[in-house]
């Protein structure tokens, strides 16, 4: 299932974000992570499976340059391969070409989750070495949607 954040989420998804480090986010990540949520918390989702929340991410679009954006995307290592994470952006392309404003879809990842993305079409547009942290490159991806 998933669903708006709410408040309540947060510390079951702040202990989740710390189990996905330093694998997939870097030490430093853990509050700007929970400075988005403080923030942007409206544009956050949580993923739940069997009644439990196993991960979340953000999902929102960015009226400035017309793309929905998707961002701070993880699960629970028990519950990887599952096929969380292809519901997961399913359900904000689903969000994304709903809305006519929205043109591209953009994600700003790593080196080890870009091909995850590519599955879904989106295209590496630059990278950046050790931009997340050390050894934690930045990955700017980009999918077409709603062409205007």
């Given at each position: 299932?998933?669903?708006?954040?709410?408040?309540?989420?947060?510390?079951?998804?702040?202990?989740?974000?710390?189990?996905?480090?330093?694998?997939?986010?870097?030490?430093?990540?853990?509050?700007?992570?929970?400075?988005y949520l403080e923030l942007h918390g409206d544009t956050y989702l949580t993923i739940e499976y069997d009644g439990e929340i196993v991960g979340g991410m953000g999902c929102y679009v960015d009226e400035n340059d017309t793309s929905g954006r998707i961002t701070w995307i993880f699960f629970h290592p028990n519950y990887t391969g599952l096929g969380l994470g292809k519901k997961a952006v399913a359900y904000c392309l689903k969000t994304f070409t709903s809305n006519p404003l929205v043109e591209k879809s953009v994600v700003t990842t790593s080196q080890l989750a870009y091909k995850f993305f590519e599955k879904f079409g989106y295209n590496l547009i630059r990278t950046e070495k050790d931009y997340w942290g050390q050894g934690l490159d930045l990955y700017v991806m980009e999918l077409q949607l709603n062409s205007n």
């Open positions: 299932m998933i669903r708006p954040y709410t408040l309540s989420d947060r510390k079951q998804l702040v202990d989740i974000f710390i189990l996905n480090t330093p694998k997939y986010f870097d030490q430093k990540e853990i509050q700007d992570f929970e400075a």
